[in-house]
């Protein structure tokens, strides 16, 4: 049994990110997870989950935003302890071609998905290398690897999470510190599930050799691998999660 950590998802009352909080909650550890400052559904969904046995903190954040990411996880050191699991999974899409893509859904989708990387991070690497031990895993996308139609803000971000996956692994890799990046190709969230039945049926699901979309406990399940004792060699890795889909 791994030792009990403290993790921090961004986004964990998403799709993704609650099956995310739910296995390194099963796994022991204390989670704490963000949510933006105008969600005014967080503490119904804090209590839903105490329901189910899942005791979470929840601290309202905009990732996006590097003082209320600062303030966020000055919070959490001091009433949870230290973040020796950090999940970037916020994020956001603003889907155009570029024709249409104006400054705006650009800026949006690079604040939220890319500068929330650096702006969480950087709160909690320092403290990681200190005490020797830490786990960073970036929650990218099979469209920042292969890049999609109407994605060019979402596949840039994406793409940009990884490079800087890399860059980070190889200063922090002598000190006990992994940072990593998981790439799911397309998981039935209701990110996902907004996109049109008729498209997801004629266009999506033909491209996955499973034929199928992904499972969010499916990344979960990789994301607790990551974050263990066993994963410690494993670092500045693009772990692709897609069915198939795309094979770099
Ligand atoms: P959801 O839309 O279900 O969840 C996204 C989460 O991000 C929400 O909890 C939301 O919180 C949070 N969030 C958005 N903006 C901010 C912000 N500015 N500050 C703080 N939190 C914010 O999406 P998914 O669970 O499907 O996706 C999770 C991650 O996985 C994303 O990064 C996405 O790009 C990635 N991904 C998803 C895939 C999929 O198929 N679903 C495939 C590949 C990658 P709130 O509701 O409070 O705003």
Redesign the pocket.
Known sequence: MDKQRVALV?????????AICIKLAALGHTVA???????T??QEWVAAMKARGYAFHAYA?????WN?SVECVQKIGAELGPVDVLV??????RDMTFKKMDRVNWDAVL???LD?VFNVSKQVCDGMVDRGWGRIIN?????GQKGAFGQTN?SAA?AGMHGFTKALSLEVARKGVTVNTI??????????MAIPKEVLDSKIIPQIPMGR??K?EE?AGLVAYLASEEAAFVTGANIAINGGQHMQ
């Open positions: 961004t986004g964990g009352m998403g799709g993704l990110g609650e997870t963000t949510y933006s400052p105008g969600n559904k967080a954040c905009d990732v996006a935003d209320s970037n999974n916020a994020g956001i899409t604040h939220t998905n929330s929650i990218s996308s099979v469209n979402y994406k790439s799911p190709g397309y998981i039935g969230t209701k990110m996902v979309l992904g969010p990344v």
